[in-house]
């Protein structure tokens, strides 16, 4: 089972933390780039932050110094910990693990901060 999926989500007040979890069975997930999205009402999904295979890291402006983002490959899992966290924050959050062929995406965990 390719799909990842996500966990860790919930209701944070604004200055607190949070962090989600992206896993799948897949035993070859640490070969895999993963993408966290989030997708606010009325709004369209946007890359949150990456990490490549190797370890590549990127962030989305408002996400550095805020976000970061790890794996633990013998877990098969992506964590994106979210701290100093706003209400603006607040979306669905979706991991996507792309394997260069395919991109698989989770269902989605809802992170509501509230202010």
């Known amino acids: 089972q390719v799909q990842p999926v996500e966990s860790g989500g919930g209701l944070v007040q604004a200055g607190g933390s949070l962090r989600l979890s992206c896993t799948t069975s897949?035993?070859?997930?640490?070969?895999?780039?993963v993408g966290w999205f989030r997708q606010a009402p009325g709004r369209q999904r946007e890359l949150v932050a990456f990490?490549?295979?190797?370890?590549?890291?990127w962030f989305a402006d408002y996400a550095k110094g805020r976000f970061t983002i790890s794996r633990d490959n013998a877990k098969n899992t992506v964590y994106l910990q979210m701290s100093s966290l706003k209400p603006e924050d607040t979306a669905v959050y979706y991991c996507?693990?792309?394997?260069?062929?395919?991109?698989?995406w989770g269902q989605g965990t809802q992170v509501t901060v509230s202010s």
């Open positions: 990490i490549g295979s190797g370890g590549t890291t």
């Open positions: 996507a693990a792309d394997e260069g062929t395919s991109t698989y």
């Open positions: 897949r035993r070859t997930f640490g070969s895999y780039a």
